[in-house]
Every structure is written in structure tokens, then in C-alpha cells.
């Protein structure tokens, strides 16, 4: 008896049918990104635990819960969780960080959590994020943002709010844990038993919780931005005055604090309601420290991750724009098989020049290719008989017009297709702007 296997629970399939989508918002990611000057990086999809142990903080909900560890042997290694670590540590291990700074890089990989699914947030999901290393003032952290605003307006998105805030650098956020732990102590025994150990280790991390109580404990605790340094003080009121300049709007949010223990100075968050409850589309910051933290020289740095499933989610539900797929130029239906050699022929030659062909492959009678070519949205179809072989002359049909051509099978038919193609795609072009402009055809 067969069994049947199905997917993971929290991961998805990306079908043929959905495919489309994806490859739009990584297109539009990936373009905006050079835009900016930055550069791809491809990293392994699993690292040593001891990278993440390090970088993203033992006190996380990241390291405490969700990561996935495989041990082969006498080696444990951990699947991704996120895309900073693995990339600070390929710079440094291929020498980025001794080029011309600063380096910028962008990925868009699959990251691994052990967390309860949802919309938007499954235990394998995919990012775009990007990495910025070597500058350590304020215009690097607006240029980071305004590359994240960019791409979402290119999205086409609407109702995205962008918070900002200072988590300080280690100088001040002593300070700042001293309040937090003279705030939460009288409520210790009512924390869950994560923020009991975190009170001690990083308290910080209490105001992260997803727990009611604890969320509900660190409603009125005293917020970071009453205890920054005059530097960090500084570097936000520069923040805000660049992007100021750009005319980009945000809201001070001193509740963000990041899930990650990396992060120093600014934080930032796009999020909407859109998607629900769990509404950030993207999140990033500034993490000075992280670099000389994982055995580097002392190098400020700073980026964003973007969720891709979270970012179609909103596109979907605001109906933006997906680029469409490239469907069928040609269907070529072979009436026997005396016409399969041409119908290849054709095939092979259009295909060089950049044409999507399909030929029958199934031995179906013509009025079954017909429909075939109708269900994969081919845009001509030529049907090849005896009578076509012999003449060497054939109808090319627009599936759309119903027009037909005629051509010759000879040496000019890729020349002669090439023709009649471009006047149908100019053809739709025009038709588009008369519909969009509602000239329909006048000379106004």
C-alpha cells in the first residue's frame, strides 16, 4: 500500500502557477539593489552553531527555540536562521572587508525557525536582505532605509509605515539596563520562565516577548531613548534629519528593539495591517559591534532584512502588480509523424533566438492540440501536415486576432516570424496606452 508523504508542516511548495510572483518581487529587490551600488553574495544554507551562538545572542528566542541543529558526527552544524551572521562571517573569511569600503552586499536566501506558522511566517521562509559594512555615520543608515522604501514603493505598496528608533550603544544601554531591571524586578515571579533568565542576561530582551503577561508587564517600562549617550543622541536627531530630506515620513516607535542581540543605535521597521497581526514587512538596523565580535577589526555596519512571503502577502492583498510569465510565442501541432522532424527543426532555431516553442508530445489529434495550445496561452500556433511539408508553405495562426500569416518553412521562416511577432507586440502596446489613456485611436 503506497504511502503518502506530504510537505513539512511550515513550509510551502512554489508551484509553476505562483512562480511568477516570486521571480517579480526578486527582480524588483535585486534591480533596486545595484541601483544603489550593492553587489550579490551567495552563502551556505547551514554554518556552525557556534556562528549563531555568537552573532544572534543566547538569550533569543531565535537561539533559545527555533533554530534547527544537525549534528553529523563529532560536527553540529545549524540551518540559517537568518542571513546577517553567515554573511559578516563570509566577508571576513574572504577578505571583503580589506577592499574599498563600504563593502555592500544583498542576498535572497531561505532561512529556518522552529515557530508556530502563520500567515507570513512559516519554519522555512525566504529573504531579501542587504548588508552595508565600513560606514559608520547616520547617511548610511537613511541610504540603508531609503534602498528598503524603494523597493517596496516599487512594489507598488500602499499603507506602509516605516518606525524608527535608538537602542544606544553599549555605553548608554548599561545605564539603560539598570532602569530595566529595576522596573521588572518587583514582577519577576509573575514573568514567563525565559524572561526570569533574560531579567538577569539581557533584560532587553523581556520587552520582545510574546507572551501576554510579560507584553503586558513591559507596557509602562522605561524606554531607551530617555537614556542614550549624547552620541547616540546625536547620530538619531542626524538620522531623522536625512531622512527628512529625502521626504521620508516615520514615526519614533520606542518599543522597537529588534529580535537580535547584534543590533546597536538605529532599528527600524516597515510594517502594515494588511497581513494581519504579524505585520512587519521589513526590519534592520545598525550592529557596530558584530564584525570585531566574530574575530574582525572593529567595523560599523548596518541592513535590512525583507520576508518575501510577507512582502507577496501584501502585494496580493493590495492588488499590486505581478509581472506576468513568459508564456508560449509558438505551438507548433504536427498532424502525423512524418512532420515531428520539421516541427523540431522549427523549434530548435526559435529557441536560440530567445522564443518560447512547445511541439506535441503527446501524439494528440489536432483539435486536442488546439486546445492544449489554448490552455498554455500560446500566442501563434502553426500547423504542420502533409500538405504544409510538401509545399513548404503554412498558415501561422494569432490565437488571440485568429489572423493568419502565411509563411514559408524554408530558410527565411525564423526572419518572417520575427516580423509578424513584433508587429503583434507593438500592436499590443498601442492597444494598452489607447485603453489606458482613452484615446482609443484619436489623434488628440
Known sequence: MAIKITRPQGTEDITPKQIYKWHTVERMARETAESFGFHEMRIPTFESTDLFLRSV?????????????????????????EGTAGSIRSMLQNGLLNDALPQ??????????????????????????????????????????????????????????????????????????????????????????????????????????????????????????????????????????????????????????????????????????????????CGGGRYDGLIEQMGGKPTPAMGFAMGLERLILTMESQGCEFQPPHQCDLYIAPMDEAAIPTAMQIASSLRTSGYQVEYDLMQRKLKAQMKYADKIGATFVLVLGENELQSQQANLKNMKTKEQFPVSLGEKFEEKFDDIAIQYMFHDVVNDFEKECGTHGSNE
Open 57 to 81: 545572542g543566547e538569550t533569543t528566542d531565535v537561539v533559545q527555540k527555533e533554530m534547527y541543529t544537525v549534528k553529523a558526527k563529532e560536527t553540529e552544524f545549524t540551518l540559517r536562521p
Open 104 to 281: 555592500k552586499i544583498f542576498y535572497i536566501l531561505s532561512c529556518f525557525r522552529h515557530e508556530r506558522p502563520q500567515a507570513g511566517r512559516l519554519r522555512e521562509f525566504h529573504q531579501f536582505g542587504v548588508e552595508m559594512a565600513g560606514s559608520a555615520g547616520p547617511a548610511s543608515d537613511a541610504e540603508i532605509i531609503a534602498l528598503a522604501k524603494a523597493i517596496l514603493d516599487r512594489a507598488g505598496l500602499k499603507n506602509i509605515a516605516l518606525n524608527i528608533n535608538s537602542i544606544g550603544c553599549p555605553t548608554c544601554r548599561a545605564e539603560y539596563h539598570k532602569a530595566l531591571r529595576a522596573y521588572f524586578q518587583p514582577h519577576r515571579d509573575e514573568l514567563c520562565e525565559t524572561c526570569q533568565t533574560r531579567l538577569e542576561k539581557n533584560p532587553m530582551r523581556i520587552l520582545d516577548c510574546k507572551s501576554e503577561i510579560c507584553s503586558g508587564i513591559a507596557k509602562d517600562a522605561p524606554v531607551i531613548l530617555d537614556y542614550l549617550c549624547d552620541e547616540c543622541r546625536t547620530h538619531f536627531e542626524k538620522l531623522q534629519e536625512y531622512l527628512k530630506a529625502q521626504n521620508i515620513e516615520y514615526t519614533i516607535n520606542p518599543k522597537i528593539v529588534r529580535g537580535l542581540d547584534y543590533y546597536t543605535k538605529t532599528v527600524f521597521e516597515f510594517i502594515t495591517t494588511d497581513i494581519g497581526a504579524q505585520g512587519t514587512v
